[in-house]
């Protein structure tokens, strides 16, 4: 056991944990953070992406001493009202079915996003091939990601 500081959400929180610890077990389980949800341990999935210095990563398969130093957003940090623009996207879009894959989605498309404020198809598949939706509702994610870029660049 160690006693870690990790930045969470602009917050410095302090948790005593092994630090081989996957930081999707800080998150949920140390600290309560339930957003960020399990999928498969085995970083195949994408259903417990967070950014990790504005990247999207799997954090199943992180360390909680690899994040360390570096600035973590989950889903409760990128829009705690739920609307920041690929949230709202989303929903208009009526893109969640079964909702085990959503928060890895709209993290990896937020991550997208920043990244290339305006994605091609082909950018938009790359950036989401990591991530699987088990119930096929790529057309209506690859809309709703479409829908924010277009929300953001509107601002």
Known sequence: MAVLKLNINGK????????????LWVLRDTLGM????????????????VHIDGDPIKSCGA?????????????????????????TAWIAEDVPQCGWCQVGMVMAASALLKKKPNPTDADIDAAMSRNICRCGTYPRIRKAIKRAAAARSAK
Do not use: F, N
């Open 63 to 87: 360390t909680a001493e690899s994040a360390v130093g570096k600035k973590i957003i989950t889903i409760e940090g990128l829009g705690a009202a739920g609307d920041h623009p690929v949230q």
């Open 12 to 23: 410095v929180r302090q948790v005593d944990v092994d630090p081989e610890m996957p930081l």
């Open 34 to 49: 339930c957003g960020t949800k399990y999928g498969c341990g085995i970083m195949e999935c994408g259903a417990c992406t």
